[in-house]
């Protein structure tokens, strides 16, 4: 063979060589783009559900898909003037982790590069100087050699740092490796976004179906597990409870000792719980206990005296023993029941206030047909809102010793299928249903424009008008501004106006209370405690509150001719109230016997039907006023 003929043959060799080496080449680079792609698909179809284990999967896709040894998350802290390691995966597990937290005081040009670029893409971490500040720390002890840094954001703000690192000595990173990593953190930033977002959901569905102090489930969260229980035909008993005892425990010892009070309530009432018997507090200081399959009165009731039992044992508390009771009222719905969630809460809550006797009652299924009265009620109310039902009438207040009408107390009236109904018979499902501070406000200005109609066609009159606050109306935040201002508009002087309020309507926010009739009080508003001596802490109430005049329930005015207890009760107050330089009104004066009783025990102000009814404006004239003034000498 000649000499071209060896070379011709060594350029062949050459040639098939190359084209060998690059065919290779060809097939690795397509080999890694198909890697890249599938690690892209991998991380698209990441499971959020778990934070920490969507984490590492997308840690580990990016370790392998890359190539390297090394990938760490980092979050800023401290207002970004540090980072805290927050995950790590490495190829071998014995190699040291290294520093869990880098602060910019020794890094600073790192941390200005990781707030500014998009990527810090280090080929060599030990001469690049975004990197190099690592050397002696982190670079050296852990043999870092490159280092690829992609900044995290959530919610538009840098939140941290991916970092990952190539052990041994320079690496050149290429273009596919940036765009991989900065995808991958676009997914670990989406998957803190929904961590957060599910965080927020959970806290807002706990506060929303959970009570905040006791954990248990709320009266939403209770209406639909009774609503699916029902809706699938499947027979329970509800056990509704609640201690008398809450009221005046709060009144006296403060709303946080009465709310750790009834933590421990809770706890003990737990004990009867289990997943299906589903325990709720539904209001302050009332539980619900969920039955399922119990269909049988008897068997329901086994289980009042169980809860009641529950509380047998005093509770212990700041050095205290308090010992209390539960009321317990109970209702049952049948398999195949036409009978919904609101219905059987109904029923039980209606059981319950009948239970104040005996301790434990349960709802006859026969009065379900007034359970659907109260319903329709309530329906008619909200009608009669909108139509204009409600009017206010008017009882007169009479002074004996001046004989002439001082006061007229101004007495809501509902039109409703031709009858004219007092609160009496809808005032319950009003406060339930959580219309009685709309109607309230109607009996506002009823009141106001009545008196002024009665001053315009009487204006030798000089009484005052008295008007009643009911509990939730006493504790609506917008209720002093309404009056004030219905007040200034109606151009009547504040001194010509009483606010009558129940001892029961004061129980509860007492520091609302307080504030609210403080205020009043001070525009020259006169406040009546009204049914004085049926309450809990009548002398209390006397010394908190702005009291001006106390009106005598009419149950001792009625009993005075009967039970000389009363009768010295009413003599009590009248003592009472000479000594605090406060009116007294006795109210329920139905016969001349009563009348001449009051006179003598020195009462000097009068209301009740011996006089006159409540009645429409209108019914009042000089002639009509002038005869029930010439009672008096009957």
């Given amino acids: 063979m000649g000499g071209s003929a060896v070379l011709l043959a060594a350029a062949l060799v050459l040639i098939e060589t190359r084209r060998r080496r690059e065919l290779r080449s060809h097939r690795q680079e397509m080999d890694r783009i198909q890697r890249y792609r599938q690690a892209f698909i991998d991380v698209l179809r990441a499971d959020f559900t778990e934070l920490d284990a969507v984490l590492q999967r997308l840690l580990r896709c990016l370790l392998e898909t890359i190539a390297v040894e090394r990938v760490s998350l980092w979050l800023f802290a401290d207002g970004r003037e540090t980072i805290v390691r927050r995950a790590l995966v490495q190829r071998r597990p014995e190699q040291p982790a290294g520093p869990s937290r880098l602060d910019r005081t020794t890094h600073p040009r790192y941390f200005d590069a990781v707030g500014q670029e998009f990527v810090v893409a280090a080929d060599d971490a030990h001469v690049d100087l975004r990197t190099a500040e690592f050397e002696r720390d982190y670079l050296k002890p852990l043999n870092i050699g490159a280092m690829l840094d992609v900044p995290i954001r959530t919610f538009g703000k840098h939140a941290g740092l991916l970092c990952v690192e190539h052990l041994g000595g320079p690496r050149k990173w290429t273009r596919e490796d940036q765009t991989f990593a900065a995808a991958v953190a676009t997914q670990i930033a989406f998957a803190f976004e929904r961590a957060e977002h599910f965080e927020a959901r959970d806290a807002l569905v706990k506060r929303t179906l959970r009570d905040a102090d006791t954990g248990l489930p709320n009266l939403v969260m209770l209406r639909d597990h009774l609503g699916e229980m029902l809706g699938q035909g499947l027979g329970c008993a509800l056990v509704a409870a609640s201690s008398p005892q809450a009221r005046l425990i709060e009144a006296t010892r403060g709303p946080a000792f009465c709310d750790a009070l009834m933590r421990r309530v809770a706890e003990r009432l737990s004990l009867l719980a289990t997943q299906d018997r589903v325990l709720a507090r539904t209001a302050r200081s009332e539980f619900a206990l969920v039955l399922p399959g119990e269909s049988q009165l008897r068997a329901v009731e086994g289980w009042a005296l169980r809860i009641r039992n529950a509380l047998a044992e005093p509770f212990d508390i700041d050095g205290e023993r308090f010992r209390l009771t539960l009321n317990v009222g109970y209702s049952v719905a049948n398999p195949g029941d036409r009978v919904d969630a609101d219905r059987l809460l109904n029923e039980a809550s209606s059981a319950l206030r009948d239970a104040e006797i005996e301790g434990h009652h349960a709802f006859d299924p026969s009065e379900r047909g007034r359970a659907q009265r109260r319903l329709e009620i309530e329906q008619s109310l909200r009608g009669a809102l909108d139509e204009g039902g409600f009017e206010s009438w008017l009882q007169p207040l009479i002074d004996i010793k001046e004989r002439r009408i001082v006061a007229f107390e101004s007495l809501l009236r509902w039109r409703h299928g031709g009858e004219v109904l007092s609160p009496a018979r809808f ?181 009740g039907y011996y006089f006159s009814p409540p009645a429409a404006a209108e019914s009042f004239a000089d002639e009509s006023i002038a005869a029930m003034l010439a009672l008096l000498d009957a």
């Fill in 427 to 607: 005032i319950d499902e009003a406060i339930g249903s959580g219309l009685i501070v709309p109607i309230g406000r109607i009996a506002l200005n009823a009141a106001i424009e009545n008196y002024l109609r009665l001053c315009a066609r009487l204006p030798r009159l000089d009484a005052r008008l008295a008007i009643n606050l009911s509990a939730p109306e006493l504790m609506n935040v917008d209720l002093e501004r309404h009056f004030i201002n219905l007040i200034d508009r109606s151009g009547v002087a504040p001194e010509r106006i009483i606010i009558e309020v129940t001892e029961t309507a004061l129980v509860g926010d007492l520091d609302r209370a307080q504030r609210t009739l403080d205020h009043l009080r001070a525009s020259g508003i006169s406040i009546c405690l009204d049914d004085f001596g049926t309450g809990f802490s009548s002398l209390t109430w006397l010394k908190r509150f702005p009291i001006t005049e106390i009106k005598i329930e009419s149950s001792f005015v009625r009993g005075m001719g009967n039970d000389p207890r009363d009768e010295a009760i009413v003599e009590a107050v009248v003592a009472l109230a000479r000594k605090l330089g406060q009116q007294v009104v006795a109210e329920g004066v139905e016969n001349v016997e009563q009348l001449r009783r009051l006179q003598q025990l020195g009462v000097r102000y009068v209301q």
